[in-house]
């Protein structure tokens, strides 16, 4: 079994003793999310399952992504924080009409 702080260290090079970061993990049944916090003294292992829907979250270290405190408030309930069809940019307004 690979601990959550070798992944955190040797998977995606960051430091899993940062007192001031959260790291969350979603695994192959995406209802659940957990998280692992450093606190000084020890981890703090968070769990989450949603009873209906999943998790949308990165599988893998290119699509890992640091998340705002909003983003992360969406994600505990259970709203999408990564657009599945993400709204383009129109860079001439006037000639789409």
């Given at each position: ?45 968070l ?14 270290k ?5 998340i ?7 994600l ?14 129109i ?7």
């Amino acid at each position: 079994m690979v601990l959550p702080e070798r992944i955190i260290r040797f998977q995606f090079q960051l430091d899993p003793y940062d007192k001031n970061t959260l790291f969350l993990f979603c695994g192959k049944r995406t209802d659940r999310i957990k998280g692992l916090l450093w606190e000084g003294d020890g981890f703090l292992l968070l769990y989450k399952r949603i009873e209906n829907g999943n998790f949308r979250w990165p599988r893998t270290k290119e699509e890992a992504l640091e998340i705002t405190t909003d983003q992360y408030q969406m994600l505990m309930q259970g709203l999408e924080i990564i657009a599945r069809n993400p709204i383009e940019e129109i860079s001439d307004p006037a000639f789409s009409m």
